[in-house]
């Protein structure tokens, strides 16, 4: 796991980021970015085709024409613009050239089998070797400015939310609220949707991922809305479960069972916990509850550049939880061809507890809203 070096404000976040990644480069050795959200977050470049090759002592950006203005206008001070005109694969042996470099890592997530059989061939002297989670363990740890824009991304989708509730009505499709949903995030200032809301009335709330699609609303669905939202770059995640009418006595029992999950995984949640032991927690309350088989994705992920990043709370995810993630907690049951519940939440992980960035209320009797 990486350390952290204090930081503050955009820039020098970027800089301080850059230079940790750096620190941990051997001498001899270099490594490539591809991944965008990585790139994004060293150098706050954002143009859809870059490379950045960084050594201990150097850090150079890659692109071509279409870019040159905006990188030089966003490359922090100290990385270098390496212009592509031909292509990127030859920019990248002149770079390596004369360095001494012996070894390139690279991401194996965000490297394409095609890239790599180019690399082998411009770097025949060099050893390649596949990376995984290098930056990613760095981007898990949050500061102040990236969870200020990540708060700021809730809490405008839960503007959107409360007035797509409001408005719930009778003959309205899952993908009309979708569609309100896009619209309004435009609106209300954010730059994106994090996501394409997932929207599910009745038995496809039964389905963890369903594809809004034409179905209509009517009383006494349930209604499950899971969305977030982009802002400067950075993502919410949330979802609720609804009621249309009064939730029947197994509805009640699942519905509570979820949220008894939800509310003692997050009441444990602290930095040094593992993301298994996160999981186990909400995982043995479902599973005692008869629900075991009907939960059958993990309890949560990391969110930042990306909707879903490191850490993992899962039961394959081992390493201990940083102080300042973002983590999502939604635990869910799902009865097929009957009706599914989750409940999800984002919060920040801190030393002694977990703080809930997530605002809108979750008890069944908050959750169940009037339909025109």
């Not at 990585?38 to 143009?47: D, E, K, P, Q």
């Not at 005109?85 to 997530?109: D, M, W, Y």
Request: hydrophobic residues 40%.
């Amino acid at each position: 796991m990486f350390s952290t070096l204090p930081r503050g404000g955009a820039l020098s976040d970027q800089i301080m980021s850059l230079k940790e990644v750096q620190n941990k480069i051997k001498a001899g050795e270099a490594f490539l970015v591809t991944d965008p959200s990585n790139i994004r977050f060293l150098c706050g470049f954002t143009g859809s085709n870059g490379q950045m090759v960084l050594t201990r002592k150097k850090a150079y950006l890659l692109t071509d024409f279409r870019y040159f203005g905006l990188a030089e206008k966003t490359l922090p001070k100290g990385t270098a613009l390496s212009k592509v005109f031909k292509s990127p694969f030859e920019n990248i042996r002149k770079i390596l050239a004369g360095q001494k470099i012996k070894v390139l890592r690279f991401e194996s997530g965000a490297t394409t089998y095609a890239q790599y059989l180019r690399l082998k061939k411009e770097l025949a002297k060099i050893t390649l070797k596949p990376e995984t989670g290098f930056i990613e363990k760095l981007r898990a740890v949050k500061t102040k400015d990236e969870l200020a824009k990540i708060v700021k991304a809730q809490r405008l989708a839960e503007k959107i939310f409360t007035k797509i509730v409001k408005n719930l009505k009778t003959g309205q499709s899952e993908k009309e609220i979708s569609w309100d949903i896009i619209r309004l995030a435009h609106e209300y200032g954010a730059d994106d949707v994090s996501f394409p809301p997932i929207i599910a009335f009745g038995n496809n709330s039964g389905t963890p991922h369903h594809l809004s699609g034409n179905r209509k609303l009517k009383k006494g669905d349930i209604v499950l809305i899971d969305m977030g939202l982009n802002y400067k770059g950075y993502c919410s995640d949330m979802t609720r479960t609804l009621f249309t009418a009064t939730p029947t006595p197994l509805q009640q029992k699942v519905y509570n069972t979820v949220l008894e999950a939800q509310e003692k995984a997050i009441s444990a949640i602290r930095a040094g916990i593992t993301g298994a032991e996160a999981d186990a927690i909400a995982r043995k309350i479902i599973t005692k509850a008869g629900y075991g088989k009907n939960f059958g994705h993990s309890l949560g992920h990391g969110v930042g550049l990306q909707v879903h990043e490191m850490p993992s709370l899962s039961n394959h995810y081992g390493d201990p939880l940083p102080e300042d993630a973002v983590v999502t907690v939604e635990p869910g049951i799902y009865l097929q061809n009957s009706f599914g519940v989750r409940i999800e939440d984002m919060v920040l992980v801190s030393r002694k507890k977990a703080v809930n960035l997530t605002k809108i209320p979750k008890k069944i009797t908050d959750c169940i809203v009037k339909i025109k």
